[in-house]
Structures are given as structure tokens and as C-alpha cells.
């Protein structure tokens, strides 16, 4: 069904129950996996891998060639497939945990050497891969968006070593659970809509990533060279790049630990780029958090981290004169900070307001370094808010303060917290005069697991 031109291994989904299939998939705990969706994650043997060029590392050699699926089922239709799709995944939404089992059990049977590629636990990688198809459904008629999402997906799991070969074996049985868990709406028609769909989604994250290795690493090594608690459980660490990390300010990176290899999870940067190429994130520990626990609590100067690409559209956009409103909810004040030194290096004045939000002055973390710039550029003003005790700025919560203050119509929004403060406080700011397209924050699926 699926093929590729060059070395792909023709694979063969099987259409019976996997034998042993349920202990290859799960093996419990708590949700593990990167901060981003993805369905690969590296070989042990890649994290190793040495520079192909001075410049960039490249984690695989060169693609073998456009992957196609066998030209019976012809090209993707975005109208009459999409139909069929969307029928398929609202069949199987509620039962999604059942298929996604199915899915990674037939694949690791079927395709034992690749379950090495994952971390040990899957929960959250479950429903990782059903929240992707689900967002591609979801864009399926939206080219221009649908090729962006996919081009970052794609550009995103050269850090886990995904190749060109893997797809065809997630696509065998990608189709073989959907055969068999979406009884009502599967037929011949939804089948080719499937796999036509699946091929182009491949051939887009493929094509990204294949040229993504021609101007990037997969993945940067990064040694922490200064590890700062700030409370008992938030800790600011500061890390050297094995080689030059281009970014701009407010865009959040991949973190992946010695401790937890595979595990990958998203932190904003909280500096813009600076001249000694250092990179600094504010992490707090969250209850039984692998990732930000490792980070808080183990980390420690002459410790090497993994960093995979810069990703994040909460950027400065210097066509514009209009002023910066920011709100930083707890760690989340971390990007706000770096757009703040953005607007600084740039060197042109524009009124930024900074709403720094907290359950009480305590968990102000950041509000001295925060006070130290207001200090140093008139343009910016910082507001503290706490929603309990006592505090030497507004209280209540970050949204409501915000909504108090104003006005904000000639404001770019920029927000950055928990997700239901993001939620909370786009609806403030649309509230306040700001149109939805000048609003930016990082997507709230990612923050889902991000910081975990
Ligand atoms: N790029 C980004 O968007 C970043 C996001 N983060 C995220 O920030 C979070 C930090 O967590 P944590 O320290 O526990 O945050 P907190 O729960 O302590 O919340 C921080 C602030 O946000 C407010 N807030 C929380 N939920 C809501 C809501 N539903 N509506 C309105 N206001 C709300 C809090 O008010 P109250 O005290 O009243 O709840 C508080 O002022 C993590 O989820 C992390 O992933 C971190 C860094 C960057």
C-alpha cells in the first residue's frame, strides 16, 4: 500500500491482533515524551552521532527520495477525502486510547526495532499522535496552514532520528487499527482517502526535514553552566551550546536530560540572543514532573542537555510601531523577558507594558531583575499582580488587572503562563480592542505537556 522509491522496505500491517502486542506499547507511569507531537523518538546510537559538517550536524544521511504511496490510489483530494476523514476520526475520537494501543502494539510487533525509538513510557505519546491527526484533520483544507504544521512536525523529529523508511511502517498500521476500530465508517472509499492523506502528510514532513538538514543540526548539545533556585522549586539555568543556536527572542526550544533520554519537553528561552551565545530557561519543578524535576532538582553545572530547533511564532515584529502588552504568568514571565531585551537590542523605543502575574509576591521570582530593566528603559513599565496576600502591585487575577487598566487597542498582545490564563487572557484582550491577529502566544496544546 505504502511505498517509497528508494529503500523503503515494503511492510505488511498484518490484519490480526498482535501477539504480546499490549507490553511492547505501554509500560504505565506517568505521561513521557517530547513537548511537541511526534510519533518517532531518537535510537540510543544517534544521540552519539558526530558533525557530518563543520557547520551542521546532520542526524541522518541523506533522504533516500520522495516517498509515494502506490499511484492506484491517486493524488489527495482536500475536498471528498477530507469528508471521509473527519467521519473517520469522529467514529473513533471517543475509543481514541483503544486505537492508539492498537496502533503502537501492531507497530512494535510488527516493527520490533523501532520500539527502541521511543521512550519507555508511552501515555503521553498516545495521545500525542491522536491530537496530530486530529490538528491535520482538523487543517486538511487549509493548505497553507497544513503545510506549515506539517513542516514544523517534520523539521521537529529529526531530533528523535525519524527517516524517510519509518513512515511506511506508521502508515501500514496507522490503517490497519483504523480498519479495524472504525467499524461504521470505514469502507474501500475511506481507506484510499486515508492513505492518500497519509502520503501527503509524510511527503510534506519529510521534504522539511530533508531540507532542514541542509542548514541545521538535529539536535544541539548544551552544557548548563549555572543552575540559580529561585524558590523551592523554580530554578533559572543558564547553558552553553555545543554550537552557534540561532533564535529569535521568545521562541521556546526542545530540552531532553541526561535522566530521562527520549523524554523531550518544551521550555521558552528567557533571553534574547546574546553575544556569548549562552541560553538561559527558567524551570519550575511540577508534582512528579520528570523533565522540569531533573532540571530544578538534579541539574548541575558541567551537566550536557539536549536541545532540539527553536520553534514559536511569539516573536517581535519590527515592521511595526504599535506597543508590546505582555502578560507573564509564573515561568511564563521567562519569554516575556527576552522580548523585552528584544525591543532593548534593537534600539527603537516602543511602549512595552508588562503584566507579571503570581499566586503572591513570593512566587515573583523574577520581579527584581524585571524592576532592574524597567529601571534602565522608559518605555517599559512593569506591574506585578498577585491573586493572594499582600502585594506592592495590583491583586487579583492577571486577566481581570489587565482588563482594569488599558486602553489596549493600539497594543500587540503577547501572552505567556499557565493555558487557562492564555485562554483567560486572549479573551481579556479581545475584549479590550485587540483583534485576534495581533495576539501571540505559544500553542496551548504544546503548553499541555510543556514544563511537565
Ligand atoms: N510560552 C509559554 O506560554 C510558557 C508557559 N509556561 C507555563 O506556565 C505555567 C506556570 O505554571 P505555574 O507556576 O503553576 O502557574 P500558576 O498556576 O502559579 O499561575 C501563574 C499565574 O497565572 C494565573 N492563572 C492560572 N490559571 C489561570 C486561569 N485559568 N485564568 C486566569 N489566570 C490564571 C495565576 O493566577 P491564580 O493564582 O489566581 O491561579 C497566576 O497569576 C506552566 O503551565 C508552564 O507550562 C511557562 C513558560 C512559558
Not at 94 to 104: D, E, G, K, N
Not at 139 to 165: A, F, N, Q
Not at 234 to 240: C, M, N
Not at 381 to 392: A, F, K, L, T
Request: hydrophobic residues 40%; negative net charge.
Amino acid at each position: 500500500m505504502f511505498e517509497a522509491r528508494q529503500t523503503m522496505a515494503s511492510t505488511s500491517a498484518g490484519d490480526g491482533t498482535p501477539q504480546g502486542a499490549a507490553a511492547g506499547a505501554a509500560t504505565g507511569g506517568r505521561g513521557a515524551g517530547g513537548g511537541e507531537w511526534s510519533w518517532f523518538a531518537p535510537p540510543e546510537e544517534e544521540r552519539v552521532a558526530p558533525p557530518s559538517s563543520p557547520g551542521a550536524r546532520a542526524a541522518s544521511p541523506p533522504a533516500p527520495g520522495p516517498y509515494v504511496a502506490n499511484p492506484d490510489y491517486g493524488r489527495f483530494d482536500p475536498g471528498s477525502d477530507a469528508v471521509l476523514i473527519r467521519r473517520t476520526l469522529e467514529e473513533i475520537e471517543p475509543i481514541s486510547q483503544a486505537v492508539t494501543s492498537y496502533f503502537y502494539a501492531l507497530l512494535f510487533v510488527e516493527h520490533p526495532r523501532l520500539r527502541e525509538l521511543f521512550p519507555a513510557s508511552m501515555d503521553a505519546q498516545r495521545d500525542r499522535l491522536f491530537r496530530a491527526l486530529l490538528t491535520a484533520a482538523r487543517l486538511i483544507d487549509d493548505e497553507r496552514v497544513l503545510v506549515e504544521y506539517l513542516s514544523h512536525l517534520g523539521r521537529g523529529h529529526r531530533k528523535y532520528g525519524t527517516r524517510p523508511e519509518h513512515y511506511p511502517a506508521v502508515g501500514e498500521c496507522l490503517i490497519a487499527a483504523l480498519t479495524r476500530y472504525a467499524v461504521r465508517t470505514w469502507s474501500e472509499e475511506a481507506e484510499a482517502a486515508w492513505v492518500r492523506a497519509y502520503t501527503a502528510i509524510s511527503q510534506i514532513m519529510i521534504d522539511a526535514a530533508a531540507e532542514d538538514e541542509r542548514r541545521a543540526p538535529a539536535w544541539w548539545h548544551a552544557e548548563v553552566v549555572s543552575h540559580e533556585m529561585r524558590t523551592a522549586d523554580i530554578a533559572v539555568i543558564t547553558v552553553r551550546p555545543d554550537q552557534p543556536y540561532p533564535f529569535l527572542a521568545g521562541q521556546y526550544a526542545a530540552v531532553e536530560t541526561p535522566w530521562w533520554p527520549k523524554v523531550w519537553r518544551n521550555y521558552s528561552l528567557a533571553c534574547a540572543p546574546r553575544t556569548d551565545g549562552l541560553l538561559v530557561f527558567h524551570v519550575k519543578a511540577v508534582p512528579a514532573g520528570w523533565v522540569s524535576g531533573a532540571l530544578v532538582h538534579r541539574a548541575r553545572p558541567g551537566d550536557v542537555l539536549r536541545l532540539g530547533p527553536p520553534a514559536g511564532t511569539m516573536t517581535v515584529d519590527h515592521s511595526r510601531d504599535s506597543g508590546l502588552l505582555c502578560l507573564g504568568g509564573s515561568t511564563g514571565i521567562a519569554p516575556i523577558k527576552a522580548l523585552v531585551e528584544e525591543v532593548a537590542r534593537y534600539g527603537r523605543a516602543r511602549p512595552v507594558e508588562v503584566f507579571y502575574g503570581a499566586r503572591s509576591s513570593h512566587d515573583l521570582y523574577d520581579l527584581d531583575t524585571m524592576r532592574e530593566m524597567e529601571r534602565r528603559h522608559p518605555w517599559l513599565s512593569v506591574r506585578p499582580v498577585v491573586s493572594e496576600g499582600p502585594s506592592d502591585g495590583l491583586t487579583g487575577r492577571l486577566p481581570d488587572a489587565v482588563r482594569r487598566c488599558g486602553p489596549w487597542h493600539a497594543y500587540d498582545g503577547y501572552l505567556s503562563g499557565p493555558p487557562g490564563m492564555i485562554r483567560s487572557g486572549v479573551d481579556a484582550l479581545v475584549g479590550a480592542g485587540i483583534p485576534s491577529d495581533r495576539i501571540r502566544h505559544d500553542s496551548l496544546d504544546d503548553l499541555a505537556v510543556a514544563g511537565s
